[in-house]
């Protein structure tokens, strides 16, 4: 905190000595008609050699304003689309503020307008509803990142997860001269590509892929940054390549190249260390997701909610070791050994569209970690259950991702899009548990548990889109398979100590046991599409989703009796297939004219459910599934974009889910001994009910943000793990089923503004939310409500070329009221700051300091845990191209590092620490490497 404090007195005293406020200049722009020109860049310029000194846009009147600048001479230049750029020198009153005389720009001919533009080049302009930043006017140190330039741009930040933040909004998806960039991941192009090989930056909402092809405004938009490189970036490679070791043997490597034409695009990244750096984080994993990364609504999901919503039949569990994204390891926590290489090659040709990325990773990672749990009984009594492991996981992960889009003609689009996935997970646990209710009455069990697995998954989607000669009348077809296999070894040895148990037979005390499985699944899907345009502002859409799944699951438990014997465990072992039909027709009418866009619609549709288990296969059938479903899930969406870059949005709908299919497999998974999980062949789908508005506004003239949405569910079927606890032993079973009555709400309120144009920016946010949490605890219905309270604050300071500071912090209040145990209600802190500062000092030093400090706290049970981290870096360039760089760098100079948790659910606390990778220190060189030599910025 004391840190903290020092940087904002550092920064204050910054201001007070480099920004001496002198006075104000301000005017306003028209045309020769006398309108207003609005959003007009305005600079100021010295008269010596037109170096840049501020910046700004006139606002709807065309006025512009210039606080606390300098009293010296000056230049001003007004440049607007399509306009003659005017320029003249100012003369400053010796006191006083200076009100400049009017500015009249005039139009341009068109003849000359290539030679105006070039000539009068702005630090940003607006094209339309795209912003503009020329990069050449930001300045950034040699060999920076595209994420150290985007830091400089007004209106974007980059958050603390390295996420791309542009007008309160986070960026969706970054191109590359308009193409994608490894599948559209943006840290991967905001860490990876050289700030000198830029020239400008776009900044705009991008229309849905459907709307793109179709034609039909559907008032979906993605925030999308599009990076245009310069010329001879594109002719040469550029990237660089880095080396560093240090401390306990610890050292860390990584390598970038890229190369770009008219007509490809390939780059090659990898890097390998032993300290912890992956890039493979739950943030990560995140960001790629919500890219819809090589999707760009090719799934061929027609229809609303077509790409996430009621028609997508989940078969392989959605976390990352099986989903064809960039897999989650939480690579962050204990102690790791990482490689990877991912290649990109992009290819774009007389309407010829190829994408193709390939991605190996590879983790050794080691955890030690203790976890702390009481439960709440409905009696109002309570145990805690303690858990002290070591993991070792060795993870490795082959991915492959191919687009091709191919515009046979005007009217014939055809997109093919495949996915492939081979993965192998090596695990071996080490696990001592206690469940404590009083100093007599304990419970004890160590684990032993190792398994192998290989798994691997295709994907292949086909789109056909055509357009009638009709405007607005549009046919879209679509069929994809995806197949998945995983193939499991493990054993799984346990000593339990239960405390009051009578049977000598029950499975929950000593285990020793071969566990064998295999899964597989297949899941077909056929979509269609079809738009009718009525008078021109309304359009009929009407679509068919079909998709089968079947997976079967062959699951053999053994009992080790001696080292030649193994006996088949009849009660563990299942072979299980299953079969999920789906239908769905249904239809919508859309009204979309001036940046109003109005939806209603209405779908029929019906799930089957088929499925038998037994203990072998092909042995006798011990039970079956089949069950069908008919659901109607209306939908309504509005969107209204208006002047001043504001839209607002409001929707309703209904969303159905199958259940996941490890959720039905009726076997128990006893790997832990202590908390048993059981399938439910009878769950039925869950039926949600989704309202949202939302508002978000931008004024490029002042850079002032302002979001606000309110989102809320309630669900009418919800899938819950109902819990069963024995009263003598303690042990839990996990067991899914449906509840209604669950509910969620979520509001959040960001605001963004100017503190000093260009020099100094806020943004602040208000997150508060409601969840309702039904479940049955031994039989008896519970509820869990939980309120929290999320405030943050950001401040971006640049008010010299030679300092930056970004400091923050983040508050949540979580409070648990539970309806059986009131007397057990929880207030959980989490409140953390973090501060990043880069000071450019004499013979080309830089000094970089990052400082995050994390509280938690839960009064409750004396929890109460801070976790000061302090990295800090030290970097000069070399050589008069300033190619190279050598860095000293220190890790956790305070050495308090180690992952923290803290949560309270339906009717238990938690609390979690892993040790991690703390202390040590790096010395290492970096080369960037450019194929035909940039310019300086000037």
Known sequence: MKFLISCLLLAAITFSTHAQSKLNISGVVKDTTNSPLDYTSVLLLTPKDSALVAYTLTNKDGEYIFKNVDRQPLLIKATYMGYLPLQKELVLPETGDLEVEEIQLMPILQELYEVVVKAAKAPLMMRGDTIEYDASKFKVPPGATLEELLRKLPGIEIDKDGNI?????????????????????????????????????????????????????DGVKEKTLNVELKEDAKNGGFGKISAAGGTDDRWNANASFNKFDKVNQFSIIGYGNNVNQSGLSFDDLQEFRGSNAFQWGDTGDFGFNGSGGSNVIIISGGDGEESFEIPFNNLNSGYSKNQALGINYNYLKDKKDFSSNYFFSRSDQIQRSFNSRTTFLPDNSSFTSTDENLQNNVVGHHRVNLRFQNELDSANTITINAKGRLSSLSTNLLSHQELIRSNMEQSQMDRNNQSDKWSGAFQGTAIYRHKFKKSGRNFAASISDTWSKADQDGIQKSVVDLMNSTDPNTYFRNLDQIIQALNGSNLIKSSLLYVEPIKNKFFVETFYNFSQSKSETDRQVYDVESRDTNELNPNLSRFFDNKITYNRFGSSIRYANKGSNLSVGLAASNYRLNGQFSVLKDSEVLGTVDKSYLNFTPNVTYWKTMKGNKRFNASYATGVTPPNISDLQPYKDISNPLYVREGNPDLEPQVSHTFNTGFNMYDPATFVSLQFSFNSTFYQSQVVQNQTIDPETLVTTYKPGNVSGGQRFFPYLGFGFPIVKTKATAYISANPSYSKSLALINSIETETDTYSHNFAVNFNLTPIDWFSLNTGSSYRLSKTKYEQNPSQNQDIINWSAYSNMNIKLPKDFYFDVKFNYSRYKNESFGFDQNVPILNAFVYKLIGEAKKWEVRLSAYDIFKQNQTISQYAGQNFVSTGMIETLSRYFLLGVTYNMRGIEIKSRR
């Open 165 to 217: 933040v542009a007008q309160g909004q986070q960026v969706q998806k970054v191109t590359i001269d308009g193409r994608r960039f490894f599948g559209g991941n943006t840290k991967m192009a905001t860490q990876n590509l050289n700030a000198e090989s830029i020239s400008k930056l776009q900044l705009f909402d991008d229309k849905s892929e459907q709307s793109k092809l179709t034609g039909v405004e």
